[in-house]
């Protein structure tokens, strides 16, 4: 083995986005294209030696491909050991928990999370610092400035490892381990959460069906629901990680989970189900007949938290993203203790974990998470909810039905119009802002503005700021309307509209929810022009 210095060039567009950087496959089987931004990563990370890395993937296309490079590329880079997950496989909450419990420098992620896999699909790399989260911005811009006067990179000759065998393999001065990709993620899950009551649950006849997906959680579900909690066989569906998903969307929503809901709408169907994304850290929760908005799930588990052992001590705080509705917000007042509301992303959440000031927090796009590691986690959303309906003995249903009785119903949707033009979305988010200084005090059908704005974050703790956020349109009787650019797709543009209004009459709680937000949703049509900009009449996805 030896270790060669390889000339090259940047390659423009290797800014990270919310998530990490993404791109289609083919992209990244570019010459040099992966071996530039990991090169940048690692100047950026300095002095490497005597350092552990942990790299894993949720198994789409080209993650065994991209594992050996980064290997080849650590071990020259002078790591004392890097820790792989087995087959290449880890899900982005266990690369957290990894690299926590483990003290390691931090972690590379592979995934494009939700979005499609496959030869023709999407490929991602984040990553993620000591505290298990993701890198913040500072970090990811100063990799991207390295990208942008890259002259080579470092790489090592020694061949490819054999990532199903367990065990450690010597590759320049480098251990690499093979790890089981589930073990200490597993064992962390069983701190947190009374498995005792669990397993009764499910020995009393409790049914339940969790959407794998064909993606990452589907193992993490296997191994924990059924061979540790009892779950009778079959309970976890799509269970094998597949390198295109089987040719489905792997994204926990109503759409993209048809089977999901086809089973929990059934007359037969479980008592609870759920489902998590490409790399394992979203969820989906389903009572029967019965869906859980993400809003309301955090809200839910947050006024509950105290039946699960790893929370028994009560919350710090709980912190949502801007757009996610302010449910939870009225169980934090309720409970006394701060609601802190950050931009979309959750590195924005890292420094109030870190600083003791929350213990949940929670995205509208189907995340949720606390501070047991420093990213969203799927699988522990779903363990969470098992524990409560076994602490509670009640259903899903009834568990909202109560929720909203005490603290009103907050009637939330987000509308997602997917690749429409980039220069025509750009362009109707500048004309909303040009309408901001004008809209409080309007009328606006029977909503009367109270405030318009761009979101505009400080961190508490750094006082670091994020501007350009999201724009809001906030009523007096706090109804709300955002507007907001994803910065997760990989073509085009996806603009996302999001639309809350809260009810307190528990006469009002059962209405179909798009018919509750019926007039936010012409305002906002009204507002934006969003036909006039996009060509588009309708949304893609509503969720």
């Not at 949502?320 to 931009?343: K, N, W, Y």
């Not at 006082?463 to 109804?479: E, F, P």
């Amino acid at each position: 083995m030896s270790i060669n210095t390889v000339s090259t060039t940047p390659i423009p567009g290797q800014r990270p986005g919310t998530s990490g950087l993404r791109k289609k496959v083919s992209v990244f089987k570019q010459a040099h294209y992966l071996e530039n931004f990991v090169q940048s990563v690692f100047d950026t990370l300095g002095d490497c030696s005597g350092k552990t890395l942990v790299l894993g993937g949720d198994g789409r296309y080209h993650n065994r491909v991209a594992v050996q490079t980064i290997l080849r590329m650590a071990a020259a880079h002078g790591f004392a050991r890097v820790l792989v997950g087995q087959g290449g496989i880890l899900s982005t909450p266990a690369v957290s928990c990894v690299i926590r419990k483990r003290a390691a420098l931090g972690g590379i992620v592979l995934s494009a999370s939700h979005n499609p896999g496959g030869p023709d699909g999407d490929f991602g790399i984040k990553y993620n610092i000591a505290n298990g989260g993701p890198a913040p911005e500072n970090v990811t811009e100063a990799i991207y400035h390295h990208t942008e006067t890259i002259r080579q990179y470092r790489i090592s000759d020694a061949g490819d490892i054999d990532l199903n065998r367990l065990g450690v393999t010597r590759m320049e001065d480098t251990e690499v381990e093979v790890i089981d990709s589930v073990a200490d993620y597993a064992e962390l899950m069983q701190q947190l959460f009374d498995f005792d009551a669990i397993r009764k649950l499910f020995a009393g006849g409790f049914s339940m069906c969790f959407d794998g997906m064909h993606a990452v959680s589907g193992p993490y579900a296997k191994a924990i629901l059924e061979g540790q909690l009892g779950a009778p066989a079959g309970t976890v569906i799509n269970a094998v990680p597949l390198e295109d998903f089987g040719g489905h969307h792997p994204d926990p929503n109503p759409v993209n989970a048809a089977q999901l809901i086809e089973v929990m709408a059934a007359d037969d169907a479980p008592d609870f189900g759920a489902a998590s994304d490409g790399d394992g850290d979203r969820n989906m929760i389903l009572g029967r007949k019965f869906d859980v908005t993400p809003s309301d799930s955090l809200a839910i588990l947050a006024a509950h938290a105290t039946v699960a052992p790893g929370y028994r001590a009560g919350l710090k705080g709980i912190a949502r993203s801007m757009p996610t509705s302010q449910a939870a917000d009225r169980v934090a007042a309720a409970l006394g203790i701060p609601a802190f509301e950050t931009p979309t992303g959750w590195k924005f959440f890292g420094n109030l974990l870190d600083a003791g000031k929350a213990t949940l927090c929670g995205e509208e796009s189907y995340g949720t998470g606390s501070d047991h590691i420093r990213e969203k986690d799927g699988v522990w959303a779903v363990l969470f909810w098992l524990n409560l309906l076994a602490a509670s003995g009640k259903s899903v249903e009834q568990l909202a039905s109560e929720h909203w009785a005490r603290f009103g119903r907050n009637y939330y949707s987000r509308h997602d119009y997917e690749a429409v033009d980039a220069k025509a979305a750009h362009e109707l988010m500048a004309s909303l802002r040009i309408k901001l200084a004008t809209l409080a005090g309007q009328d606006l059908g029977h909503f009367v503005v109270s405030f318009a704005d761009d979101f505009e974050y400080t961190d508490p703790i750094d006082g670091s700021v994020a501007k350009q956020q999201g724009i809001r349109i906030v009523m007096t009787n706090g109804s709300r309307i955002v507007f907001r650019l994803s910065g997760t797709g990989t073509e085009g543009a996806t603009l996302r509209v999001y639309l809350e209004r809260y009810e307190a009459d528990p006469k009002y709680h059962h209405l179909p929810t798009q018919q509750a937000l019926s007039a936010l949703i012409l305002i906002a049509e009204q507002v934006a022009g969003i036909a006039d900009w996009t060509g588009r009449a309708h949304p893609t996805v509503i969720t």
